[in-house]
Structures are given as structure tokens and as C-alpha cells.
């Protein structure tokens, strides 16, 4: 009477980790892959959010490329003036090639990743694979952030993205956050584990049941952060809508109208090259609820 119990909490900043190996080792056969794919069924329907560990990109060049982003940066302007959209610098030596090397690694994981969301959507076999087989829309965004200042530390707004599954590799500087039940939850870097984010479109073909976290980043004081998003995308010429599993299969109405991801593609972009007043009107993903 009147002791009150310690209760013990959830560590609020752990982000669920999965652990892909079982599907990269020949092994198998421990029950590795189900259990895998049943965490990654529950990190998508509680949170949208993870960290994938023994991923098959290697630390080393996950570690080179931000070293040689983090130099590219640092170049005078007049230099990095000289690039247009989607052209490599000839400046640090190998950034481009680690680009490359990266891009195609972060494909393999997305096609591996993408697969498992199959399994743990409870869709036929192959379905996501033929849905979204075309690769041509993936990009990748080497980014930077300048320190905070007194005055403002914004690095990017919350948002959700709108494509199928984003990875974000980080430095050390930290700042990535992710709402989850109304509290920012930071995604703090960990050697050697990806952040993987999911986007609208998994959140629309699963009728709201799998999440596209709303995730922002924070600048801190003094320091400046480099990461890497790679973005798996869809094709534009998609049409893409809540499926029968998640709605007639189980008596439940649709939350989304149908979109072509391209249309939903130039609204967003709109909101870039025309930035509406009120801020509740930057078209998202609500664009389509029903
Ligand atoms: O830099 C990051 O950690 C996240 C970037 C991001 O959220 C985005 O580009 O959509
Ligand atoms: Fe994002």
C-alpha cells in the first residue's frame, strides 16, 4: 500500500531493429526468415520505421561515401556551380564511383526489402515484384546540413515521403527524428545499421495499415551532418490504390482514391516551385483520403 512499482517502459528511442540475415546467409532453416518477416510486419504497422542490420552493404563503403560527400561539400561554390541535375562531380577522386557503387547496393536491398514487405503484407507471391518492377524511378539524394544557429535549426519539415521505401544512411551528427503517437522519436546513427523508412504508396496499397512515418530533421549546434536518402520508387505511370486484401477481402472500405503516382508526383513538386500560403495546404497524402 502506497509503494508505488517502478514501471518499466518501452526505451522510447529504440527504433525495432531487423535483422536481415537469414536472407543473405545460404543457412536458413531456424525459423530466421518468418521471424524477420514478422518483425518487419509489426515495425511497419506500428511505426513505418526501422533499422536493418547484416544488410549486405558493406560499413566501409557506407563510411567512404559520406567521407567523400562531407569533401565534395566543402568545395568552393564556384565548383559546385558547375553541376547541373543528375551530373557527377569530377571532384573528391572515386565519389563517383562509391555513388554508384552505393546506389546499386541500396537497389539490391530495396528489391530484397520489397520482397519481404510482400510476405509480410500477406500478398500473393511476386506481387509487389511485378507491381513495381520497373527500377528506372529510383533516385538518390546526397545531402548536407549546416549547423543550427541561435536562430533556427530546421533541417528538413516533418513530411512523409511519397514513394514505396526510403533508405537514409547518416554520419555521426544525428538529428533524424520520427513521429511516433504524437512524440518525436530521434533515429539516431548506429554503426553499421540503414534506416528504412516507408513511403505513401505502402501506406495507401495497405489501406492505412502500414505507415508512412512523418519524419523530420533536426540541425544541431556546431556540427555539420551528411547523410544519404535512396529513395525506391514506382513508376509514374502507376496507378495505385488501397488493394482487394486490405479492403474488400476483409469488409473494410478504402481509405485512398485511386492516383497515377505521377500526378501525385507534380502536386508535390508544386508545393516546392509554389509554395502554398497556408501551410495546410501542402498537398500530401490526405490529398486522396476518402
Ligand atoms: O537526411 C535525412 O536523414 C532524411 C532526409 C529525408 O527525410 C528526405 O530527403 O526525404
Ligand atoms: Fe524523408
Keep these: ?12 528511442d529504440a527504433l525495432p531493429v531487423v535483422d536481415l540475415a537469414p536472407f543473405l546467409v545460404a543457412a536458413g532453416g531456424d525459423g530466421g526468415v518468418s521471424r524477420a518477416t514478422e518483425a518487419v510486419r509489426a515495425a511497419c504497422w506500428e511505426y513505418g520505421f526501422f533499422r536493418v542490420v547484416n544488410h549486405g552493404v558493406p560499413p566501409e563503403l557506407t563510411a567512404r561515401v559520406l567521407e567523400l560527400s562531407a569533401v565534395f561539400f ?17 571532384e573528391p577522386t572515386g565519389f563517383r564511383e562509391a555513388l ?17 514487405l510482400n510476405e509480410s503484407m500477406g500478398l500473393p507471391p511476386g506481387f509487389l515484384k511485378e507491381y513495381n518492377g520497373d527500377r528506372s ?6 545531402l548536407r546540413y549546416s549547423p543550427a544557429t541561435a ?5 528538413i519539415s516533418e513530411h512523409e515521403d511519397s514513394n514505396c521505401i526510403t533508405f537514409v544512411l547518416q554520419d555521426g551528427a544525428g538529428g533524424l527524428e520520427v513521429l511516433k503517437d504524437g ?29 508512412s ?8 549546434p556546431a556540427v555539420h551532418r551528411h547523410s544519404l536518402a535512396f529513395f525506391f520508387n514506382v513508376h509514374g505511370d502507376r496507378w495505385v490504390e488501397p488493394l482487394p486484401e486490405y479492403t474488400e477481402k476483409i469488409g473494410e472500405a478504402p481509405r485512398y482514391r485511386r492516383f497515377l503516382y505521377s500526378e501525385y508526383q507534380q502536386l508535390r513538386m ?3 516551385t509554389h509554395p502554398p500560403a497556408r501551410p495546410e495546404d501542402v498537398v500530401n497524402i490526405t490529398h486522396y483520403a476518402i
Design 1 to 12: 500500500m502506497g509503494k508505488r512499482e517502478h514501471m518499466s517502459s518501452k526505451n522510447a
Design 74 to 90: 566543402a568545395l568552393p561554390d564556384e565548383e559546385k556551380a558547375k553541376l547541373g541535375f543528375n551530373l557527377y562531380p569530377d
Design 100 to 116: 554508384d557503387e552505393c546506389f546499386g547496393k541500396l537497389t539490391q536491398l530495396g528489391v530484397l526489402i520489397q520482397e519481404i
Design 137 to 142: 524511378f529510383d533516385f538518390m539524394a546526397s
Design 151 to 155: 536562430e533556427e535549426n530546421n533541417g
Design 183 to 211: 512524440v518525436w522519436v530521434p533515429a539516431d546513427p548506429v554503426e553499421g545499421s540503414i534506416i528504412v523508412n516507408l513511403g505513401d504508396v505502402i501506406q495507401v496499397l495497405t489501406n492505412g495499415k502500414m505507415k
Design 213 to 220: 512515418a512523418t519524419h523530420r530533421v533536426v540541425r544541431k
Design 270 to 272: 508544386r508545393n516546392k
